[in-house]
């Protein structure tokens, strides 16, 4: 239904949300359901490297710091990419940028699956793979990026403020799942080789790149070109804080899935197989919790940014003080649960608050700005987390539950974190921004 500002004043007008306008119900529910699919096909790519790539990089004689720097340079590329694709999307339409991740995506996934049976059979030298793999995930880290900044805006432009935190939530969700669900599919898909996943997985994202292409409407008109002058700067008073939380919450959440296969593997004196499956299994448990979170929890009680902020902030304290006790299978899946309980709340809380807090005009770029936070913790881990589990395995988490009880102040203390609402009230304008206190 088209808002309508004379019943509701705080709504936004129509001329700021073109895209609700010109797309009915119907076909806004098949599009965020066409969105939510692809974004959970590169969420689980992005994961099902951490539950995978361990042990085979340990059998095929790659070390842990170099595991640690596949990742970490397509993270970087992710963090530096990810606010160009989000601008990007504001001006040549979501659409297309849409495409470009998923293709990016496809072709980068496939072909590292392709690059590590050629060194799985001594077709190249340990030499000459490591710097393969790192290019070729390179891809994903300068294309994929664009996927999911152009999807959340795509959301936010069809959703009115009082909508926005459920539909970008939802959206954001999506590929928070996919993160956790890659791995329990590759304990799945593993029976048929340790390679299946990384095909499957590539092909779902052309799948979905083709429906894409002939089953999402867009018939908003891009704009011609940016102006520089207006474009959303990362020191932003609108900006800057919600990056502080999504840097923290990263941090936290590639600990987990960076460090998990090593500790599960050492801690519970595992063989390559047995820590790929029961590692997956344990991420499995993690995506289930996620899913209850933001299916169930999120959807079915309304919650708002602030509760999604805070309580994920206490469970993941939680999460991190069992992994810290570990000393069991039992105890770790526990600490994997609650981890995905907390991710499934922070998240899409995190992608919800910074939408509310900017301009209409303004949701691509703020997407790609906390787009690129999601990646910031692969970047820097491999160099903090990774260096201290050599030291001591507990080392990673003690230092994630710091970063937690940081952003947790954080969270309650700064007044724009701590205000964003989504509904409408005296404090909106009249075009339904939100106004920060003070």
């Not at 299946?196 to 070109?225: C, D, K």
Request: net charge neutral.
């Amino acid at each position: 239904m088209t808002p309508n500002s004379d019943k509701n004043p705080g709504a936004p007008k129509g001329d700021d949300l073109p895209g609700l306008q010109q797309t009915s119900p119907e076909e806004r529910k098949r599009a965020f359901g066409i969105l939510f699919f692809c974004l959970l096909c590169v969420g689980m790519g992005q994961s099902l490297f951490f539950a995978i790539l361990p042990p085979i990089a340990r059998d095929l004689g790659l070390s842990e710091v170099q595991v640690g720097a596949i990742f970490s340079l397509s993270a970087l590329l992710w963090v530096l990419s990810s606010p160009y694709w989000g601008r990007t999307s504001d001006v040549i339409g979501r659409k297309k940028v849409i495409l470009i991740g998923l293709a990016g995506f496809g072709v980068s996934t496939i072909g590292f699956a392709i690059f590590i049976w050629m060194g799985m059979n001594g077709m190249v030298s340990i030499a000459l793979l490591f710097p393969m793999l790192v290019g070729v995930r390179a891809i994903f880290g300068t294309f994929g990026s664009g996927t999911m900044p152009a999807a959340q805006a795509y959301v936010a432009d069809r959703t009115t403020r009082a909508e926005r935190a459920s539909g970008v939530a939802t959206i954001g969700a999506a590929f928070g799942m996919g993160t956790v669900i890659g791995p329990g599919v590759a304990a799945a898909l593993i029976v048929f080789g340790l390679l299946a996943p990384f095909f499957t997985v590539g092909s779902l994202a052309f799948l979905s790149a083709l429906a894409i292409w002939f089953l999402l409407p867009e018939r908003t008109r891009p704009r011609e070109r940016e102006d520089k002058k207006k474009r959303l700067k990362v020191m932003d008073t609108r900006v800057w804080p919600f990056l502080t939380v999504g840097v923290l919450t990263a941090m936290g959440q590639s600990i987990v899935v960076q460090v998990s296969a090593f500790y599960f593997q050492d801690t519970l004196s595992l063989s390559v197989e047995d820590a790929a499956q029961m590692v997956g299994i344990g991420m499995m448990a993690m995506a289930m919790a996620t899913l209850f979170a933001q299916l169930v929890l999120i959807q079915r009680f309304n919650l708002s940014v602030q509760m999604m902020l805070r309580s994920g902030t206490v469970v993941m304290l939680v999460a991190f003080a069992l992994m810290i006790a570990g000393g069991n299978y039992a105890t770790l899946v526990m600490a994997l649960v609650a981890a995905g309980l907390g991710f499934g709340l922070l998240r899409p809380g995190l992608s919800a608050a910074a939408s509310l807090s900017v301009e209409p005009d303004e949701q691509g770029a703020i997407a790609g700005f906390i787009g690129s936070t999601a990646a910031m913790g692969h970047v820097v881990n491999p160099f903090i987390a990774l260096p201290l589990y050599q030291i001591m395995p507990e080392a990673p988490f003690i230092l994630a539950a710091v970063l937690m009880a940081v952003m947790g102040v954080f969270i309650v203390l700064h007044p724009l974190v701590s205000s964003v609402r989504s509904g409408v009230d005296d404090d909106d304008d009249h075009d339904g921004h939100t106004v920060p206190k003070g």
